[in-house]
């Protein structure tokens, strides 16, 4: 599917094209790559990049021009100029414009036609209209709605954790049941979706009128613990290596109850409330200290069996996801 930043790059290079037509300008294709680079995933990153740009150009085209004037026509004059051009953006620490102010100074040392001036102001009013467009086109053409779409790939992640853990606990339960291995990539994937994302509504300006601390709670918190899931069902999947099978029925019956009691927990990411998850939360405690005590007093094995130790590591893991539910449920910090 073709992204909304494809369609608004070519638009914006349609406009910058069109107006500096209208304007006679002598060279659109410089307007069209400045609105081509200008145009970012986020607002922000548009006019972050486009004042880089900005500066990157201005200072090219002040020396470009200081150094066209003294009529050397010479490569070690042009390599001198490019050396004075790039001191200047490191004094000013103006490192990410360095690119395009070499570029800028290059094409009017080595290309230069007509007047000096002329053609450094032109390329100034150039880059402008390029940049001025391409924030435009991005900030009222399809704008970015990035907190919409983490949320989205948040509920997918929940979704696909949820999935997994149910069918990495049942391998434990029943030896036909394998996982899939593109299951878990594509939790992993989800997931580093998720990551992006966040990423980008770090960088959107209302995230950051809202606060730090109110961004950590309702993005960098949650795919924490989402990613501390991730990890309690690769562990069960890593058990079910060592895991050894007949169980006894009894071990058989508390372990589909550990199971059902903290999937039924997990679940409630997806549409919590906060009675249901309160009871689900205690039950699932319960079960697991029932089941916890009952093979710590297994002397004889008859419970147990030969997986005492994988079994309750087993809990443990159990342990840390159901508190990493609680957490995405803030039923505790």
């Not at 914006?12 to 037509?21: F, G, K, N």
């Not at 209209?129 to 992640?157: C, M």
């Not at 795919?223 to 058989?252: A, N």
């Amino acid at each position: 599917m073709i992204g909304w930043r494809i369609i608004k790059t070519g638009i914006a290079v349609a406009l910058c094209i069109w107006i500096a037509q209208l304007l006679k300008f002598e060279y659109p294709f410089y307007s069209a790559i400045a609105a081509v680079i200008a145009m970012q995933a986020t607002i922000e990153g548009s006019l972050k990049t486009g004042v880089h740009r900005m500066k990157g150009t201005i200072v090219g085209a002040v020396t470009g021009y200081a150094f066209a004037l003294v009529a050397v026509r010479s490569p070690w004059w042009t390599g001198l100029g490019l050396i004075v051009t790039m001191t200047i953006l490191k004094f000013m620490k103006w490192y990410e414009a360095m690119s395009i102010a070499s570029v800028v100074f290059i094409a009017i040392s080595v290309n230069l036609t007509g007047k000096p001036l002329d053609y450094a102001v032109n390329r100034i009013i150039d880059t402008a209209l390029g940049i001025i467009v391409a924030y435009l086109v991005n900030r009222w053409v399809f704008p970015p709605r990035y907190h919409k779409e983490t949320e989205k790939s948040f509920q997918d992640a929940r979704h696909h954790v949820i999935r997994l853990y149910q069918i990495a606990f049942r391998t434990l339960l029943d030896v036909r049941v394998k996982v899939e291995g593109k299951e878990v990539t594509k939790l992993k994937q989800n997931l580093e979706e998720a990551q992006a994302f966040v990423a980008l509504v770090q960088k959107d300006p209302a995230s950051k009128k809202s606060g730090e601390v109110r961004f950590h709670e309702r993005y960098v918190n949650p795919l924490t613990r989402l990613d501390q899931m991730r990890i309690t069902v690769e562990q069960m999947i890593h058990l079910r290596q060592v895991w050894q099978f007949p169980i006894s029925s009894k071990l058989h019956t508390d372990l589909v109850q550990v199971l059902n009691r903290s999937y039924s927990f997990l679940s409630l990411i997806t549409n919590p409330t906060e009675y249901s998850a309160i009871g689900a939360y205690e039950e699932t405690h319960e079960i697991l200290g029932k089941v916890r005590i009952r093979v710590i007093k297994d002397r004889d094995g008859t419970y147990c069996g030969p997986n005492k130790q994988y079994i309750l590591e087993l809990l443990d893991w159990i342990e840390k996801l159901i508190e990493a539910t609680s957490g995405c449920l803030r039923l505790c910090p």
